[in-house]
């Protein structure tokens, strides 16, 4: 039922190691949530072997005054519309051609323009993150978004997929830690944009999540 399913978000809330710190960490995955396989990438020895050499000297062993005025603390209401801002630019310049942009990108746009709180602007940002991983395939080499024909509640067995909806499900639950959306909202949006999607019911959808 419904209230296990709620306890088992809380938990997982809860025992989540997720820093606070900055809203920069809740948008810097914005880009990479494409429903897709991801090759590991493998370091260049080189660039470990740069890294792991000693510098005797370094930039921060002097002390130079700066000359430039301290940047001025941003709200997190101004946060919040410069990513939605950037997320707005970024999807848009990478839809193929003839390929529209899901509903939810106007609505966010419309939010950000009508001087929407914060909270409205990462639910909006949220709802775009979703649908963007979910109604596109990504080129590895180009970036470019392509309406996907991929059958989700036919694949729940291979790894990258669950990857994928845990990583968007952890965001809901960073947005909730932050105060940015409330239980009841965040549980809405999981039913909708990532549960139903698998076919599984809310407790199944957990427990296939490992939670």
Same mark, same amino acid.
């Given at each position: 039922?419904?209230?296990?399913?709620?306890?088992?978000?809380?938990?997982?809330?809860?025992?989540?190691?997720?820093? $606070?710190?900055?809203?920069?960490?809740? *948008?810097?995955?914005?880009?990479?949530?494409?429903?897709?396989? =991801?090759?590991?990438?493998?370091?260049?020895? =080189?660039?470990?072997? $740069?890294?792991?050499?000693?510098?005797?000297?370094?930039?921060?062993?002097?002390?130079?005054?700066?000359?430039?005025?301290?940047?001025?603390?941003? *709200?997190?209401?101004?946060?919040?519309?410069?990513?939605?801002?950037?997320?707005?630019?970024?999807?848009?310049? =990478?839809?193929?051609?003839?390929?529209?942009?899901?509903?939810?990108?106007?609505?966010?746009?419309? $939010? =950000?323009?009508?001087?929407?709180?914060?909270?409205?602007?990462?639910?909006?940002?949220?709802?775009?993150?979703?649908?963007?991983?979910?109604?596109?395939?990504?080129?590895?080499?180009?970036?470019?978004?392509?309406? *996907?024909?991929?059958?989700?509640?036919?694949?729940?067995?291979?790894?990258?997929?669950?990857?994928?909806?845990?990583?968007?499900?952890?965001?809901?639950?960073?947005?909730?830690?932050?105060?940015?959306?409330?239980?009841? *909202?965040?549980?809405?949006?999981?039913?909708?944009?990532?549960?139903?999607?698998?076919?599984?019911?809310?407790?199944?959808?957990?427990?296939?999540l490992g939670y």
């Amino acid at each position: 039922n419904m209230k296990v399913y709620l306890s088992h978000l809380y938990s997982a809330l809860t025992v989540s190691a997720i820093s $606070a710190a900055s809203v920069g960490a809740f *948008t810097a995955g914005i880009q990479n949530c494409q429903f897709q396989y =991801r090759a590991a990438s493998v370091a260049s020895p =080189r660039v470990c072997a $740069a890294q792991s050499s000693t510098t005797t000297l370094k930039m921060s062993d002097f002390d130079f005054p700066s000359a430039m005025p301290e940047k001025p603390q941003q *709200t997190m209401k101004e946060k919040m519309e410069e990513s939605a801002t950037q997320f707005i630019a970024d999807l848009s310049t =990478r839809l193929g051609d003839g390929v529209d942009p899901p509903p939810e990108m106007e609505a966010l746009i419309k $939010a =950000r323009d009508a001087d929407s709180d914060e909270k409205t602007l990462a639910l909006g940002i949220y709802e775009l993150m979703i649908e963007q991983g979910m109604m596109y395939d990504i080129d590895a080499e180009t970036g470019i978004l392509t309406p *996907t024909q991929f059958d989700v509640k036919a694949n729940l067995d291979i790894p990258e997929v669950k990857a994928e909806f845990k990583h968007l499900y952890s965001y809901g639950m960073q947005l909730i830690q932050r105060g940015l959306i409330d239980m009841d *909202t965040a549980k809405e949006v999981v039913k909708k944009r990532l549960i139903d999607r698998t076919g599984l019911s809310p407790e199944e959808f957990d427990k296939w999540l490992g939670y």
